[in-house]
């Protein structure tokens, strides 16, 4: 990120938000005004407790009814060493008045722990754009960590529009008579800068006392606290003459349809949408699975439901992990294996096998920066083409991608309908940013839910010349071409699946060249016929630019494609969430568009299939920092390609 | 731990009728090698098999890649026939999801102890309750003759025309290390002593893992004529039978005792004054020392002094039962599981039309 970028799209922001006049509140006491939206970023060091920080607001702003959307950012390294800008770690949360898609480009409010969060995020934050930093951290030698020279009387470096706060001296002033160690109390401070902006915000309270409460259920003390630090973070805003303004954004209430809602993350809703779809199934979930980030949180999250019939097993490698999901698939179980693009790798001999074998399993991806070991705690995806053809032979697989953090939930679904409908692998790709970030999802309906249940093979299903009635486990149900699930367990089904070509129906090993050709062109035949809906556009304006996405850039390039109506540009729009097979309208669309932009967080990879597909000259934007398109940028991007 | 005394055969069906080994033969044709020693093998299974009497629908056979990886398909049961090293895994998912099924892994040197090394050690710590025939030929035979982990050190082979390099693995020894609850070693041609080992591990609580010593009459015919020539072999066999004194030998004139000095075993002719310190065999003995000690008896070149029959055989908690343990547990616990629940969280809010 430079600052020449991020001024650009933080001067654009800081201009459209828009503040109502200056209200009076509580008589003659502090001004508070209104705002449509706010983003805050909270950066400090990876010890400091941001993304807990970030965390705990989001959920005030999500129990007060904003929308809101988050993007937490953090380094691979659990502690780099403390105060250097390897280590900062920062938690941004956009909340509106309105329906927002995106956590926002650059920060209206940037609070920074020490020098280090200071100089990685300053440039990020437009003029006009309030900065508070824990003056105590300013000392010489944290600030010579990171290249500031201080000089006298002037210990903060450039301008610095927000008054001057000493956080850890407060939070051990207010903590004075907990008898804590000085390293105990100034853990505190997080909770103290929340309390600071949670009254600047006029963020409701509650939760986030009784959270801290259950957190340290076993050490009370310290659950009080941090308590303590939280209130008198509260009530410096409230009493100190430095802060003379606070702000309110009003909830969202028409931005959402009726209803029940929470906050979720994507990988919280990708493990709910599992075994949401386990119970449609009615199918036990067997998870396989070997950490790795940003993954490992399905597989937290997953093995605490073990009273849903939820088993996860942590193998021992990445191929064990889809070994025994595959085993389990066998046995009937809905089987997953969740990864990240490395671990993909691995698994690609084994994906073959269920490919071969035919059995339904999921592959849940979560994309980070590549190649390698690449940018573990960062987002990309770059794994398209590898989902597509990242295996020996043809070896066809489906391919689903969620668009955002909630619909992470309906993509698992989804993908483990093509996985049970057809018997076949799927690929769910989501990424980091779904991953790690949030957003308000209104909560189904159970009742409401699709019905995955398949039925297992019963019985004989082929019937020889003599008569005899025999099982052929290579025989296709026409309509879908899968092959019947037949699980051990079932009296005179005794069959053997393998990896060796099979004969057309009886699976038997066959090298026949004529039979070979004939299951290649059937397996593609099952994956290119999977029934997916038809790709909806959204093109008020009759506009003769088509911008095409997937996956976790829809939040972007919907805000992008907004800015530009706006501004009276006209601009079509759509998402694809089946990447393979593409929707059958896919390509009567692109063709009824002069021009095709399409946006990735890669190199073109979605850009290099649609060419090839449908040989149509589409536009490649690419960006792999890392991070997720910035809305202002990607219209300016768009605008481009629409005057061009 | 709380051992489960009663054995987990009693979680698969059994059959309803009596079976006959024709029962557990597929209509494949058998593609082995003519005078392979899989062939014995799979008889021997195929004949026990009505022994053990489950329903044979309950029965699981799988296999990773290798001229033995091909049993499954001629055994009339479920099947898989998977990828090179991964049967372990694929099984683990299989036993862990399905208590009700009896899985067998069938697995060769190069199978399970190179490129599945990693599966095979992590199946037996975790004590699956699988059962893993592991057929030794000490030579890669699908690939048409090179070296593999088992192989004596100098082999001479396509693939080392000057001699192998590295050293074998005791496929024995390496179970033992990896935590194995139990292991035993039998040869191919021996229907008998083979059939006795495959009732032992078939009643195992847990990962059984059994070396079967198995001739490839292509790429290294001979590797096991020590341990099956009449004449040679009552000196270089020497059969373990737990609570038996372990003796060998042209009339039981050899036998095995602990060096007092070092704790190591050796090999002694037995006298008068020695006989009471012949080593009893304990195959459910705690500790897997003496085990340990056992499997390296052997020559590894010319395998004189080579222990067959069941090293060790102990009770220890099995990964399935704890899983499913655990499972039971969370819903004592916490009921079972709600959806509607779940999905709504503990905090929400409402926005109304």
Redesign the interface.
Known sequence: MTSQVSSEAGEALVGEQRSAPATPHHGTEKEVRRLDRVIIRFAGDSGDGMQLTGDRFTSETASFGNDLSTLPNFPAEIRAPAGTLPGVSSFQLHFADHDILTPGDAPNVLVAMNPAALKANIADVPRGGEIIVNTDEFAKRAMAKVGYTTSPGRRVPRRLPGPPVPLTTLTLEALKDFGLSRKEAERSKNMFALGLLSWMYHRPTEATETFLRTKFAKKPQIAEANIVAFRAGWNFGETTEDFAVSYEVAPATRAFPTGTYRNISGNLALSYGLIAASRQADLPLYLGSYPITPASDILHELSKHKNFGVRTFQAEDEIAGIGAALGAAFGGSLAVTTTSGPGVALKSETIGLAVSLELPLLIVDIQRGGPSTGLPTKTEQADLLQAMYGRNGEAPVPVVAPKTPADCFDAALEAARIALTYRTPVFLLSDGYLANGSEPWRIPETESLPDLTTPFATGPNHTLADGTDVFWPYKRDPETLARPWAVPGTPGLEHRIGGIEKQDGTGNISYDPANHEFMVRTRQAKIDNITVPDLEVDDPDGATTLVLGWGSTYGPITAAVRRIRREGGHIAQTHLRHLNPFPNNLGEILGRYDKVVIPEMNLGQLATLIRARYLVDAHSHTQINGMPFKAEQLAAVLKEAIDA | MPEPTESLLQLV?KAEAAQSMKDFK?D?EVRWCPGCGDYAVLAAVQGFMPELGL??????F?SG?GCSSRF??Y?????????HG?AP??????????R??SVWVVTGDGDALSIGG??LI?ALRRNVNLKILLFNNRIYGLTKGQYSPTSELGKITKSTPMGSLDAPFNPVSLALGAEASFVARTVDSDRKHLTEVLRQASQHNGTALVEIYQNCNIFNDGAFEVLKDKDQAQEAVIRLEHGRPIRFGTDNNKGVIRDPATGDLQVVTVTNDNESRILVHDAHAATPTTAFALSRLADPDTLHQTPIGVFRSIDRPVYDTL?AE??D???E?????D??Q????N???????
Request: hydrophobic share 40%.
């Open positions: 069906p597929s494949q329903a044979k629908e309950n029965i699981v799988v890649i499954p398909y055994m009339n049961t479920y099947g898989m026939h998977s990828i991964r895994a694929i099984a683990t998912g299989l036993a862990t999801s399905r009700d099924l990693n599966h992590h899983m655990q499972l547990k969370a819903v616990q916490r009921g079972k599981g959806l509607g779940l999905l709504t969280g905090d929400t809010w409402t926005v109304v039309g």
